[in-house]
């Protein structure tokens, strides 16, 4: 089995999982952070180097006060865990997003974890919070702008290579295959630049359900794929 390099996997239906049991929202959410913890076990032992998650969109402040506060509060206890996580896989964790939305506990706690994690290079995690795909570019314009204004970059030097520096996933690979869990065929403004050589994978399993027998559906699907990159196949 071809293991891919760098997954992404957009984290999607514990509302829906936790509905069906006859229990809150929240609870789906404690299960499938849970299972996120669990599954960087599986990538580790199965040899991937990269995995990207999103967890909290830019569009996910629209939900209730309830819903939102509950999930500050499992970051918070995700991100301190996450120490221990780092440890135990060697694994390097990145946030992207705008974390400055976050309240300043959270942001420190993000800080943290990113610089102590820094010591590790065998999985690297990223983590998407308060990330949006198009919040993500602007922002990276805005940056670009900022240095052609000041004479550090000439219009004639950007390219697609040093556009990708001012992204959040500055010097992390683009995902091989994406993975969405519960059903749903869509990105919701998820690393829209970084996706487009990927292969997709769509699931109706929810997240809190999506365990290693599942990953290694989705890697096998992954291998039957015929990743051609605009070339033609070869006989
Ligand atoms: C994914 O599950 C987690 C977050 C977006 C924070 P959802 O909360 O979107 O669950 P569904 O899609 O409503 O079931
Ligand atoms: C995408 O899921 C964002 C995350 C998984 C964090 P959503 O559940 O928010 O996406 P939509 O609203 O169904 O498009
Ligand atoms: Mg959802």
């Known amino acids: 089995m071809n293991v891919p390099n760098h997954i992404a996997i957009i984290l999607d239906g ?15 959410h404690v299960k499938g952070c849970a299972n996120l ?3 960087c076990d ?6 991937v180097k990269y995995l990207t998650v999103f967890a909290f969109s830019t569009e996910n402040w629209k939900r209730s006060k309830e819903e939102v506060d ?4 499992l970051f918070r206890g995700y991100l301190e865990k996450c120490l221990k996580i780092a440890d135990k896989n060697h694994m390097r964790v990145k946030v992207l997003g705008d974390a400055s939305a976050f309240d300043q506990d959270i942001q420190d706690r993000i800080k943290i974890l990113e610089e102590y994690s820094g010591k590790y290079n065998e999985l690297h995690m990223q983590i998407a919070l308060n990330y949006g795909s198009r919040d993500e570019i602007v922002r990276g314009v805005r940056k670009l702008a900022e240095d052609v204004e000041k004479g550090t970059l000439k219009p004639e030097e950007i390219s697609e290579h040093t556009f990708e520096n001012y992204l959040d996933t500055a010097g992390i690979p683009d995902p091989d295959l994406l993975i969405r869990t519960s059903g749903e065929l869509r990105l919701s403004n998820f690393l829209l630049w970084q996706l487009a050589y990927t292969e997709f994978y769509f699931t109706d399993v929810a997240w ?3 365990d ?8 096998e699907q992954y291998n039957k794929r015929d990743r051609r990159y605009g070339g033609v196949k070869e006989e």
Do not use: H, Q, T, V
């Open 14 to 28: 514990n509302g829906r999982w936790a509905k069906a049991k006859g229990m809150p929202r929240s609870y789906g």
């Open 37 to 39: 913890e669990r599954i």
């Open 42 to 47: 599986d990538m580790k032992e199965l040899g």
């Open 70 to 73: 509950g999930l500050m509060k």
């Open 208 to 210: 809190p359900d999506f």
């Open 212 to 219: 290693r027998d599942e990953l290694i559906k989705a890697i």
